[in-house]
């Protein structure tokens, strides 16, 4: 059993309400601006431009796609009084920029408060690990088509780590 010091548990992170089963964007600003929505929904407080220009910003440096069609954009704002995450499945894929050229399928966004450059590293090396240790993760979120389906299967894995 990995240690959960590694990063905070991802799911009580995602509030149900952050989690979407048919992302609808067939680009990658269209999925950008999706998935600010959904993290607005948890977080009223969130700027939505300011957050949809950050994790623009960030895409452009290099796309948070990786090759086996999840990405995880990740973005840090000021004012930000927690992490903030948001889960999306897009079944027909979005083309956003990985590596072979591959459509991305599976989204987590990852919101973190400016001025802490530890917890999204943190974050995100947790989510690499799960999908990483958990290989069938990414099929079964594919397969689900339901948000509440979702939320449970990432929270299944997670808890089997």
């Known amino acids: 059993m990995v240690s959960s010091l590694i990063a905070p548990l991802i799911a009580p992170l995602i ?6 089963a048919h992302l609808g964007a ?27 220009e950050a994790l623009e910003r960030r895409e452009r440096l290099q796309s948070t796609a990786l090759l086996d069609g999840v990405a995880l954009p990740h973005a ?28 991305t399928h599976i989204f987590v966004a990852v919101v973190t408060p ?24 990414k099929q079964r979120l594919l397969e689900a088509s339901e948000s509440e389906r979702l939320l449970e299967l990432l929270r299944e894995a997670e808890e089997a780590l």
């Open 114 to 137: 400016e001025g802490d450059a530890h917890e999204p590293a943190r974050l995100l090396a947790r989510l690499a690990l799960l999908f990483e240790t958990h290989k069938k993760l």
């Open 26 to 52: 067939t680009r990658p600003r269209g999925a950008l601006l999706e998935l600010t929505g959904l993290i607005v929904k948890a977080a009223p407080e969130v700027d939505p431009n300011a957050l949809v």
């Open 15 to 20: 509030a149900p309400e952050s989690v979407h």
């Open 76 to 103: 840090a704002l000021p004012g930000l009084a927690r992490p903030v995450l948001a889960l999306a499945r897009s079944p027909e894929g979005v083309p956003f920029g990985a590596p072979g050229g591959l459509d």
